[in-house]
């Protein structure tokens, strides 16, 4: 679950390794293109870290955060 | 050409739109797996920074990372 800090949406993400960490980015990447709302995000070997939030509302986490929140959890289940 | 700045090779790449960078990190990631060297890398929508150090040199700049950054730089000639 992604949790709200600082008007973000954020949550780290481990992986076995970076094969497993970069095929959870590319998911991700397909609905944050599907959804036209895209993560910030950074990634190293076997961690990803997520932040969203709303540039266009001024930074602020809305329901757009929210529904691509909720398919990230998703993707992990 | 990424720099060398901080014991890290660094550089920022603007793409033309999200799917353009992401496809860009898809190509560094395989080569990053191909070398078994890993960028510590970000991405928010167009732009993609990479940053490149040897963390078992003890988080110094070694061939390993001249030698990433070559080929990175190779894929956007």
Same mark, same amino acid.
């Given at each position: 679950m992604l949790k709200e800090e600082d008007n973000k949406l954020k949550r780290t993400f481990k992986f076995k390794d970076f094969q497993e960490a970069f095929a959870f980015m590319t998911r991700v990447a397909f609905l944050a293109e599907a959804k036209n709302h895209h993560p910030d995000w @950074?990634? @190293?070997? *076997?961690t990803v870290e997520i932040e969203l939030t @709303?540039? *266009?509302a001024g930074n602020k986490v809305t329901k757009k955060d929210h529904d691509l929140a909720n398919a990230i959890d998703k993707i992990i289940l």
């Amino acid at each position: 679950m992604l949790k709200e800090e600082d008007n973000k949406l954020k949550r780290t993400f481990k992986f076995k390794d970076f094969q497993e960490a970069f095929a959870f980015m590319t998911r991700v990447a397909f609905l944050a293109e599907a959804k036209n709302h895209h993560p910030d995000w @950074s990634n @190293s070997y *076997d961690t990803v870290e997520i932040e969203l939030t @709303s540039h *266009d509302a001024g930074n602020k986490v809305t329901k757009k955060d929210h529904d691509l929140a909720n398919a990230i959890d998703k993707i992990i289940l």
